[in-house]
């Protein structure tokens, strides 16, 4: 009788093993399964959010140009009229910062809102801020005041600067009753920079200093109830974080004031400095093709940009724009990008085979506004990307600017 093992033996430990790569595979399938599963799911909620900011960025930019055309035209309007005028507009900013700031906080949250770090004058971006809030400032009844210390340099994304500090001064306004007073100032010690937005507001105790800055824990201040969700104050530690800086609060109790306090790392100054910004005195009739399918819109800002010495050609689409762009020669090109049939992008990428157009600066206006939005946008050759709703005199600024260097 020859040496044999069971039959059983071999045969249930290959079973084993096998049981053993075949449990093995299924969770592998399942790992996989779910990295795809949540990556389709993050593609199909990065698409949703796209589509839905700009749908609801749509209706707030005709508000905004018709409101500006409105405040243009050479009538005299009762008091009334121009009190609802500015309501209008006012909540108008309010709700497009919103959306703004929420959309930035859902790219922090999952870890795709990018920097485009480059030299920035830390003072220059706090003044152009206090700029901005300036007009809000005055209909509060808020005196705003702002020094900054000239020469200090950082390495900063502009746009996510500027809106930090925005957000620093609303929080402040909204704390403070009229009469008071918001006081920014840009400062330096050593090799760090801080902003530091000051208000006579309604304080924070003691106990809330540390998590002020917490999402949704803004609505109480010193025993008072103050409007908003605390998503201000949030992207604001968020971006410092992304600067490589750092945020805090400090006050001497309830009725006594805030103090927010932003540090940020200098650098040396660049060796030449930026062109400075182009004056509005001396300025020329410039033309100006605006692209842009929304009629409602469309009216508003051709009417807005007439008001401000512009000659508007319009189109409501990339073909009759390149056929315009075929008869008649422009000086700049506004450009919506969620255009029918040919999109923005392919629109510019079209005007440009085209002599007449080949050099012509180009600015996209739109209500796409994600950080993919903007570097496509930058790809096919704009010069900027403006999310709507957008200020005229912003546009204005930014056309003369892109004449003078071109």
Not at 194 to 222: H, T
Request: proline fraction near 3%; charged fraction near 25%.
């Amino acid at each position: 009788m020859t040496n044999s093992e069971p039959l059983g033996g071999d045969r249930s430990q290959g079973l084993c093993r096998d049981d053993h790569k075949l449990a093995r595979l299924e969770r592998d399938c399942l790992e996989i399964g779910s990295e795809i599963g949540s990556e389709v799911a993050s593609n199909a909620k990065d698409q949703i959010i796209a589509v839905l900011s700009h749908e609801l960025r749509t209706p707030l930019a005709a508000i905004q140009a018709g409101v500006e055309l409105l405040q243009r035209l050479p009538t005299r309007a009762e008091p009334r009229a121009l009190h609802a005028l500015h309501v209008i507009e006012q909540n108008v900013k309010l709700q497009a910062r919103l959306l703004d700031n929420l959309l930035d906080l859902s790219r922090v949250i999952r870890g795709q809102l990018t920097l485009e770090r480059v030299p920035v004058q830390l003072g220059d971006a706090a003044l152009s801020a206090v700029e901005t809030c300036r007009g809000d400032a005055a209909r509060a009844d808020i005196s705003l005041e702002a020094r900054a210390e000239p020469g200090l340099w950082v390495d900063a994304d502009t746009v996510r600067l500027q809106q930090m500090i925005v957000n620093l001064i609303d929080n402040a306004m909204r704390s403070t009753s009229k009469g008071g007073r918001v006081t920014v100032s840009i400062t330096a010690k050593e090799c760090r920079g801080y902003v530091v937005v000051e208000d006579m507001g309604v304080g924070i105790d003691a106990d809330r200093l540390s998590d002020i800055a917490e999402i949704f824990r803004q609505g109480e201040v010193a025993a008072r109830q103050v409007p908003g969700l605390g998503i201000g104050l949030a992207l604001v530690k968020s971006i410092a974080d992304l600067h490589d800086g750092r945020v805090w609060a400090e006050s001497a109790g309830s009725g006594r004031g805030s103090r927010f306090i932003v540090e940020l790392p200098l650098r040396e100054a660049p060796s030449a400095r930026a062109a400075q910004a182009v004056s509005a005195s001396g300025r020329t009739l410039l033309k100006v093709l605006l692209v842009e399918d929304n009629s409602d819109i469309r009216i508003m800002l051709a009417e807005a940009l007439s008001y401000v010495d512009y000659t508007v050609v319009a189109a409501e689409s990339a073909e009759a724009a390149l056929e315009l762009l075929g008869r008649e020669p422009v000086d700049v090109i506004l450009s919506d990008i969620g255009l029918p049939g040919m999109d923005g992008y392919d629109f510019l990428r079209e005007a440009r085979r085209l002599p007449a157009a080949a050099h012509v600066p180009a600015l996209a206006l739109t209500g796409y506004g994600q950080e993919g939005d903007v570097r496509r946008a930058r790809e096919a050759g704009y010069a900027n990307h403006f999310v709507k709703p957008t200020n005229i005199a912003v546009i204005d600024r930014h056309i003369r600017a892109l004449a003078a260097h071109d």
